[in-house]
C-alpha cells in the first residue's frame, strides 16, 4: 500500500532561519507530488506541485522553493523565513483519475 | 477550475443523518466532485468521489443531480468523531497537472 511520510511534526524557527521540510512517498512510481499551506480556518493554498524528478512547478510567488531530487522526494525550502511564513504545511501525492492522499502535516511557527 | 460554494458551518446530533451541500455552477465536462473530511492538525482524508447520479461506500453517499451543478455529501447516522472540516473540490482526475481550488470548507459539529 502507498504511504507518504512527512516530517518534522511541528517545527519553530526564528525569523531569517533556514528552512527545509522533507516529504517522501512509499508503495508508488512517479507520483505527483504537491506541497499545500493552511492558514488557520482556511482552505488549502497550493505552493507547488511536480510531474517528475527534477520538474517544479509554482503557483504562487513567495519566499518559499520546493525542490524533487528523487522520484519519491519532495522538499520544501526557505533561505529566510518570514513571519508570514507560519502556518500548517502539508505534502501530497496524487496518481491521474485518483484523489490527493495528504501528509500529516508540518506545523510551521515563525518567531 | 470550477469554484465550489458550501455553507461555512452546521451542526448535528448524534444518530443523524447529514447533508452538506455544494454549489459548482461552472462544472466542466471532465470534472469529477471529490469530497475530502479534515480533522485539526491533520491532512485531509478523501472521503468520496463521483461524476455523476449516486454513489456509496462504506462511510457516505454522494449525489449529484442531472445538471451536476451542485451535489450533496450525505453521512448517515453521524457520531461525535464525524466532527470535522468537510471539503468540496471539483477538478479533471484524468489531468495529471490539475489542481483543486479549496475553500474554507463546511465546518460540522456533531453534539450529544
Redesign the interface.
Known amino acids: 500500500s502507498q504511504t507518504i511520510h512527512q516530517w518534522p511534526a511541528t517545527l519553530v524557527q526564528p525569523v531569517g532561519s533556514p528552512l527545509s521540510l522533507e516529504c517522501t512517498v512509499e508503495g508508488t512510481s512517479n507520483p505527483?507530488l504537491y506541497w499545500?499551506r493552511q492558514a488557520a480556518?482556511?482552505?488549502?493554498?497550493?505552493l507547488f506541485?511536480s510531474?517528475g524528478i527534477g520538474q517544479i512547478?509554482s503557483?504562487v510567488p513567495q519566499n518559499l522553493s520546493a525542490s524533487r531530487p528523487q522520484d519519491r522526494q519532495f522538499i520544501l525550502s526557505s533561505k529566510k523565513l518570514l513571519l508570514s511564513d507560519s502556518g500548517?504545511y502539508?505534502c501530497?501525492w496524487r496518481r491521474?483519475?485518483?484523489?490527493?492522499?495528504?501528509?500529516?502535516?508540518t506545523?510551521l511557527t515563525v518567531v | 477550475l470550477a469554484k465550489t460554494t458550501q455553507p461555512i458551518s452546521m451542526d448535528s446530533y448524534e444518530g443523524q443523518e447529514v447533508n452538506i451541500t455544494c454549489s459548482h455552477n461552472n462544472i466542466a465536462t471532465n470534472d469529477y466532485i471529490?469530497w475530502?473530511q479534515q480533522f485539526p492538525?491533520?491532512?485531509?482524508?478523501?472521503i468520496i468521489?463521483g461524476y455523476k447520479t449516486k454513489v456509496t461506500n462504506e462511510v457516505a453517499s454522494l449525489f449529484i443531480p442531472a445538471d451536476r451543478k451542485s451535489s450533496t455529501l450525505s453521512l448517515p447516522r453521524v457520531s461525535l468523531s464525524d466532527t470535522a472540516v468537510y471539503?468540496c473540490l471539483v477538478g479533471d482526475?484524468?489531468?495529471?497537472?490539475y489542481?483543486?481550488i479549496?475553500?474554507?470548507?463546511t465546518k460540522l459539529i456533531i453534539k450529544p
Open positions: 505527483n499545500y480556518g482556511r482552505g488549502l493554498q497550493l506541485y510531474v512547478s503557483e500548517f502539508l501530497a491521474a483519475t485518483s484523489g490527493y492522499t495528504f501528509g500529516s502535516g506545523r | 471529490t475530502y492538525s491533520q491532512g485531509p482524508r478523501f468521489q471539503y482526475m484524468g489531468d495529471s497537472n489542481q483543486l479549496w475553500g474554507a470548507g
